[in-house]
């Protein structure tokens, strides 16, 4: 509807425009019909939104001329932006972030997580739970996104939230192996794992554990229907 009343607008536009520039060949213009109260409305409309409106098709005209580029949003990669995580580990964080995630919005508020903390035995109040959301919530939206639930389990690891925090308590209680020692030791031992495995061939590995265990599943399903299959040849005879 927006679209269709934007183009009765340009379209009324260019019609009195195209008259007024007739008008000049010398005889009188024909004189513009008295709006009626539709149009009138419709003016107001435009007046109160035409510099947002003249941005807008300014930014659409630049775009299609090739003058200037459409905004693509940011492609989050957990894999490459969080490194010092293997993919098992990353994926049990999904696991858990789309369990607590029970909008399924992609996001968990503040609700979601007093929901979570309270499952984990460790209850927050109501600005404990503000405060948490407000450590790693770097657009200030109030909620945590999924980039914002591993920002949680990376400043546990490298041991850059403080002992009472309700973070460092989440990331302790879950069952998700992040090789947590507390605020002291956290740092250095999580330097040391860095500097001893080397992510790129890690990474590596577990996709080929990953690629080798579908390869058993799937030899273990057509044995299975093999011999299936035989039995039912050998009662069918």
């Known amino acids: 509807m927006a679209s269709e009343e934007l183009a009765q607008k340009l379209q009324r536009r260019l019609q009195l425009e195209e008259s007024g520039v007739e008008g000049d060949g010398g005889a009188a213009p024909t004189p513009a019909p008295a709006p009626s109260g539709g149009e009138e409305e419709r003016g107001s409309l435009t007046g109160s939104a035409g510099a947002e409106l003249s941005a807008k098709l300014a930014r659409r005209h630049d775009i299609n001329e090739g003058a200037a580029q459409p905004r693509l949003a940011a492609v989050f990669n957990p894999y490459t932006e969080f490194k010092e995580f293997s993919r098992r580990q990353i994926k049990d964080m999904e696991r ?3 369990l607590y995630d029970s909008g399924r919005d992609g996001y968990i508020d503040l609700m979601e ?8 035995g460790a209850p927050q ?7 948490m959301i ?21 400043k546990a690891a490298a041991g850059e939230l403080e002992e009472d925090s309700g ?18 030791g956290a740092k250095n031992f999580f330097e040391a794992k860095v500097q001893a495995l080397s992510s790129a061939s890690k990474f590596e590995a577990e996709i080929r554990a990953e690629q080798d265990e579908r390869k058993r599943e799937e030899e273990e399903r057509k044995h299975r229907r093999a011999a299936f299959r035989e039995l039912k040849s050998a009662f069918t005879q």
């Open 167 to 184: 973070l460092l308590t989440l990331a302790k209680l879950s069952e998700i192996d992040v090789s947590i020692e507390g605020v002291k």
């Open 134 to 154: 407000k450590e790693v919530d770097e657009d200030f939206d109030g909620k945590l996104s999924f980039r914002e639930f591993l920002l949680i389990f990376h």
């Open 113 to 120: 997580l007093k929901l979570m903390m309270e499952k984990l």
């Open 125 to 131: 109040t109501h600005l404990g739970l503000k405060n």
């Open 96 to 98: 858990m972030f789309r």
